[in-house]
C-alpha cells in the first residue's frame, strides 16, 4: 500500500514539472498539493476506527481490577481507624481514612452521573459524600454502589440515545467532555486515592491485600 502511494506521488511531481515547464500556471504546486491531500487519506485509512465494545470491555477490566484493590484496603483497615489521619509532618487538614474513602466514592458518583447525563446526586456535596454515611459498614456501602454507578457509565460507552453532560468537578470543557473520558478520569482519582490510603493502612501497621504475598 505504502509503495503504491510513493509510485502515486512520484508520478504527480513528475507530471507537476512538465506541466510548470510549459507554463501552466501554478503546475507543481497544484499537483504537489494533490499529492499531499492523497497522502493524508492513505495515512488515515491506515489507522483503525475507534471500537465502542473493546473499549468498553477493557474499562470494564480495569474497573474489577481498581474496586478489588481499593474495596480490599478498605475492608482491611479496623473500624476504629477510619477515623486516623496523618499528624506527624505537613499533614494539617488532611482527609482521615473514612474521609478520603467517602470523597472517593462521591467522585465516581458525580462523574458517572455526567457520563450519564443525569444530575449529580445531591447527596454527594462538594465530593464529600453523605453528612450520614459515617461507619464503616456505611461507607463501604457507599463505595461499593458508586462503583456500580460507574459500571453502569461504562456499559453506556457508544450508546448515542444517552446524553453526556460536563461536570463542574472536571478539568474537561463541555465540548471535550466524552463517557469514555469521564469514566477514565474518575479511574485514574479513584487510584490516585488508593495510593493515600496504602499509605494510611501501613502507618497503622497494615499491609494491604494487594501487596500480600
Known sequence: MKQTVYILLFCLASVGILLAQAGVPGGVRSVAQAGKAQGQQAAESDVAPLDPQREKHALQIFLTSVQKQIVSADEAMPADKYGFAPTDGEFKGVRSFGQQVKHLAATNHILAAAAL???????????????????????????????????????????????????????????????????VEALIHAFDHYGQMVEYLRMNGVVPPASRP
Open 117 to 183: 447525563g443525569e444530575e449529580a446526586p445531591a447527596d454527594a456535596g462538594d465530593e464529600v459524600g453523605p453528612e450520614t454515611v459515617r461507619t464503616k459498614a456505611e461507607i463501604l456501602d457507599y463505595l461499593n454502589s458508586s462503583f456500580a454507578h460507574l459500571d453502569k457509565a461504562i456499559e453506556a460507552i457508544g450508546d448515542r440515545n444517552i446524553a453526556v453532560k460536563s461536570s463542574p468537578i472536571s478539568p474537561l470543557p463541555a465540548a471535550a467532555a466524552t463517557r469514555l473520558a469521564l469514566t
